[in-house]
């Protein structure tokens, strides 16, 4: 593979502490959730972030097999990731779960979910989710 963009974020303190790229273009404040133990707070987790990168890599891959199918995706297109953690049912740790809901307003349902199912297929979420995590697909 060859590499095109390389990016780099240090964290320190865990889910309880902070996070930041290396160019200083994102720094957030990390807190546990209360549902999984912690205090919570105005801060962001793991869980949160991995949903916006989803969410937002999915749509640009859509947008991407939408161009080479010559099919215009409307503006307010979206694409919602809701993450969930929770223990593993071997018991050796946690896993994640995403759900991911795709509007494409004006666009007819079989087109819709031929660019999604693609789109599935192009997305390097999707590709490295593959296998190890539950991914589903709806289309709105």
């Known amino acids: ?15 309880d502490g902070k996070s930041a790229t290396k160019d200083g273009a994102l720094s957030v404040t990390l807190n546990t959730p209360k549902e999984l133990g912690g205090a919570g707070g105005d801060g962001t987790n793991p869980e949160q972030l991995f949903a916006a990168g989803y969410s937002a890599c999915f749509l640009g891959a859509l947008k991407f097999v939408a161009g080479k199918e010559k099919v215009k995706v409307p503006e307010d ?27 494409i307003p004006g666009l007819d349902r079989k087109t819709a979910e ?22 589903s697909l709806t289309v709105a």
Do not use: W
């Open 1 to 15: 593979m060859k590499i095109l963009y390389t990016t780099e974020a240090t964290s320190t303190g865990g889910r």
């Open 77 to 103: 297109t979206s694409v919602t990731a809701s993450v969930g953690i929770g223990p593993r049912d071997d018991g050796q740790g946690f896993g994640i779960k995403a759900d991911l809901t795709i509007a």
């Open 114 to 135: 031929d660019l999604v199912q693609k789109a599935h297929v192009v997305c390097p979420y999707s590709h490295a989710t593959k296998g190890n995590i539950e991914v």
